[in-house]
């Protein structure tokens, strides 16, 4: 089978013509949550699985892209697809589809929510994996309920180079009558929201207009027309996953769960290489005595979350490894980051084509402001930064396919 020389290429005939092929699996999932935004997608799906779950509710989970294996792109109720149950739904996708053009992610979707439509479950929770208006995801006609996280500058040259533009594609995701959670929004970007969600006649639940999430004593403070919830901060850490965890809330009341299934949400919750410390394997020994952290973000508004996140930890000088791809704003992402880090040490993103070379990586961060040298692998990296400061803290990040390189090396 040849598939589609482009990447990406966002239109939706492939994906409609080999959903028929193999009977239309879209029209027989259980209740759909479908998730879109910018940043915090993956986060706020995990946020609502761990609470639906913690109520005894089956759930399957769709994310993009995958850091360590593909099989985590899958969950078929609560657990990782085999690999037998994947060889299964991606030989019969493949031999559907009959050789015609089609993308890499176009034919795992329609493989995913195959295997979704054979296998019992409660709920099916799908993150869009670009845009939203013209993503393989969204085929689903009446989902349960959709998510918009906050939408910023990202893949400008698919989506648009202005917050419009790109939340028009995001807004893509309402649909006629169905509730539609909406995260922190720029004006700009809410307004093209509320536009589409009155064209569809969709009922919207709107951060500081229907519900409202702040942190008071360490305690996360919720708040809607059901009432108040005082409960745990995230476990997720940062800031930023407090406005995440009130989106999560507010999908888990507007499905009608309960308090328990709220607090389940922000206490159970796992979503890797989002500022995670790592505290085993190869890495992190190597790293002794010094911390290790790890984290996916690859945009300005990431950037910026990041800082804010690192403000908040424990005073201790803070260190980079970064590497990144080239469709990517570098100097965007870094800027705010140069506040609050001792130094930078770029690195290529190993087997990625679109990586930027460690030398180009380290301009642009001493562009910014920020001390930067290179080294030739994370390794190399963590060796050089420790050997100056033994008690750093040491921070991974720029990309999702460092951070998933980063987890396959930790576990050598």
Same mark, same amino acid.
């Not at 028929?20 to 759909?32: H, I, K, S, T, Y």
């Not at 986060?43 to 399957?60: C, D, F, K």
């Not at 208006?133 to 998510?147: E, K, M, Q």
């Given at each position: 089978?040849?598939?589609?020389?482009?990447?990406?290429?966002?239109?939706?005939?492939?994906?409609?013509?080999?959903?028929?092929?193999?009977?239309?699996?879209?029209?027989?999932?259980?209740?759909?949550?479908?998730?879109?935004?910018?940043?915090?997608?993956?986060?706020?799906?995990?946020?609502?699985?761990?609470?639906?779950?913690?109520?005894?509710?089956?759930?399957? #989970?769709?994310?993009?892209?995958?850091?360590?294996?593909?099989?985590?792109?899958?969950?078929?109720?609560?657990?990782?697809?085999?690999?037998?149950?994947?060889?299964?739904?991606?030989?019969?996708?493949?031999?559907?589809?009959?050789?015609?053009?089609?993308?890499?992610?176009?034919?795992?979707?329609?493989?995913?929510?195959?295997?979704?439509?054979?296998?019992?479950?409660?709920?099916?929770?799908?993150?869009?994996?670009?845009?939203?208006?013209?993503?393989?995801?969204?085929?689903?006609?009446?989902?349960?309920?959709?998510?918009?996280?906050?939408?910023?500058?990202?893949?400008?040259?698919?989506?648009?180079?202005?917050?419009?533009?790109?939340?028009?594609?995001?807004?893509?995701?309402?649909?006629?009558?169905?509730?539609?959670?909406?995260?922190?929004?720029?004006?700009?970007?809410?307004?093209?929201?509320?536009?589409?969600?009155?064209?569809?006649?969709?009922?919207?639940?709107?951060?500081?207009?229907?519900?409202?999430?702040?942190?008071?004593?360490?305690?996360?403070?919720?708040?809607?027309?059901?009432?108040?919830?005082?409960?745990?901060?995230?476990?997720?850490?940062?800031?930023?996953?407090?406005?995440?965890?009130?989106?999560?809330?507010?999908?888990?009341?507007?499905?009608?769960?309960?308090?328990?299934?709220?607090?389940?949400?922000?206490?159970?919750?796992?979503?890797?290489?989002?500022?995670?410390?790592?505290?085993?394997?190869?890495?992190?020994?190597?790293?002794?005595?010094?911390?290790?952290?790890?984290?996916?973000?690859?945009?300005?508004?990431?950037?910026?979350?990041?800082?804010?996140?690192?403000?908040?930890?424990?005073?201790?000088?803070?260190?980079?490894?970064?590497?990144?791809?080239?469709?990517?704003?570098?100097?965007?992402?870094?800027?705010?980051?140069?506040?609050?880090? #001792?130094?930078?040490?770029?690195?290529?993103?190993?087997?990625?084509?679109?990586?930027?070379?460690?030398?180009?990586?380290?301009?642009?961060?001493?562009?910014?402001?920020?001390?930067?040298?290179?080294?030739?692998?994370?390794?190399?990296?963590?060796?050089?930064?420790?050997?100056?400061?033994?008690?750093?803290?040491?921070?991974?990040?720029?990309?999702?396919?460092?951070?998933?390189?980063?987890?396959?090396?930790?576990?050598?």
């Amino acid at each position: 089978m040849a598939l589609h020389p482009k990447v990406m290429d966002l239109v939706l005939d492939r994906v409609w013509r080999l959903l028929n092929a193999v009977g239309n699996p879209q029209d027989r999932l259980p209740p759909v949550i479908h998730v879109a935004g910018t940043n915090g997608k993956g986060s706020t799906q995990a946020m609502i699985r761990a609470g639906l779950e913690a109520g005894g509710a089956t759930v399957h #989970a769709y994310t993009s892209p995958h850091l360590a294996r593909f099989h985590e792109r899958i969950r078929l109720a609560g657990d990782l697809i085999s690999e037998e149950a994947l060889t299964d739904v991606l030989d019969r996708c493949y031999a559907a589809n009959g050789g015609a053009q089609i993308t890499y992610f176009e034919i795992t979707t329609v493989a995913a929510l195959l295997a979704f439509a054979e296998t019992p479950a409660d709920y099916a929770l799908l993150e869009v994996g670009l845009g939203g208006r013209l993503d393989a995801t969204n085929v689903v006609a009446a989902p349960a309920l959709t998510i918009i996280t906050p939408v910023d500058l990202d893949h400008q040259q698919f989506l648009g180079e202005t917050l419009p533009e790109i939340a028009g594609e995001k807004a893509g995701i309402i649909k006629r009558g169905v509730p539609c959670v909406v995260g922190p929004q720029h004006n700009a970007a809410l307004e093209v929201i509320e536009r589409q969600a009155a064209r569809r006649g969709a009922p919207l639940l709107v951060h500081g207009q229907h519900w409202h999430v702040s942190t008071e004593r360490d305690r996360l403070i919720y708040q809607d027309d059901t009432g108040l919830l005082d409960l745990p901060l995230p476990v997720l850490r940062g800031p930023h996953q407090i406005m995440n965890a009130g989106a999560a809330i507010a999908a888990l009341r507007a499905l009608g769960k309960d308090e328990a299934a709220c607090e389940a949400a922000v206490t159970r919750a796992y979503w890797p290489a989002r500022m995670e410390k790592l505290t085993q394997g190869a890495l992190v020994d190597l790293a002794r005595p010094a911390e290790l952290w790890l984290d996916g973000g690859h945009n300005p508004a990431a950037g910026q979350m990041l800082a804010a996140t690192l403000r908040g930890e424990a005073a201790r000088p803070t260190h980079l490894i970064c590497g990144m791809l080239n469709t990517k704003d570098i100097a965007g992402y870094m800027a705010p980051l140069a506040a609050v880090a #001792a130094s930078l040490t770029a690195v290529s993103i190993p087997g990625e084509a679109n990586t930027i070379p460690a030398e180009q990586t380290a301009e642009v961060a001493r562009s910014v402001g920020l001390s930067a040298d290179v080294a030739p692998d994370v390794q190399a990296a963590i060796a050089a930064i420790t050997a100056q400061d033994a008690n750093a803290r040491i921070l991974i990040c720029g990309s999702l396919y460092l951070a998933g390189h980063v987890m396959r090396e930790n576990r050598a």
